[in-house]
Nanobody
Framework: QVQLVESGGGLVQAGGSLRLSCAAS????????MGWFRQAPGKERDFVAA????????YVPDSVKGRFTIARDKAKNTVYLQMNSLKPEDTAVYYC????????????????????WGKGNVVTVSS
């Protein structure tokens, strides 16, 4: 049974930092892209960042580039999202996801379906 379990969310002041973790289990992810999405109250789910499990190459959209980075630890089967210079508009539920047969660069495309999702982790940034 595949599981993606997020952790590390919480409440932080604007300008602060948080690191989210996504512990993956239940299969090997060598042919997967792993990524993060977020959904703010009343808004659609947005793509945040992705990484190719195999070679570690990453993609971060312009909306968070320079503030957010993604990394993975193969030994721990864990993906991380480092979030710096947080803003109140970063407040959302953050979801970890895995997609087979795609790349980090394409994981945020609307026609790419995710194979697995985590349950989400709340991040609240106060002003």
């Amino acid at each position: 049974q595949v599981q993606l379990v997020e952790s590390g969310g919480g409440l932080v002041q604007a300008g602060g930092s948080l690191r989210l973790s996504c512990a993956a289990s239940g299969r090997t992810f060598s042919s997967y892209a792993m990524g993060w999405f977020r959904q703010a109250p009343g808004k659609e789910r947005d793509f945040v960042a992705a990484i190719n499990w195999s070679d570690g190459s990453t993609y971060v959209p312009d909306s968070v580039k320079g503030r957010f980075t993604i990394a993975r630890d193969k030994a721990k089967n864990t993906v991380y999202l480092q979030m710096n210079s947080l803003k109140p508009e970063d407040t959302a539920v953050y979801y970890c996801a895995a997609a087979w047969g795609t790349t980090a660069q394409h994981m945020g495309a609307t026609n790419v379906g995710m194979d697995y999702w985590g349950k989400g982790n709340v991040v609240t940034v106060s002003s």
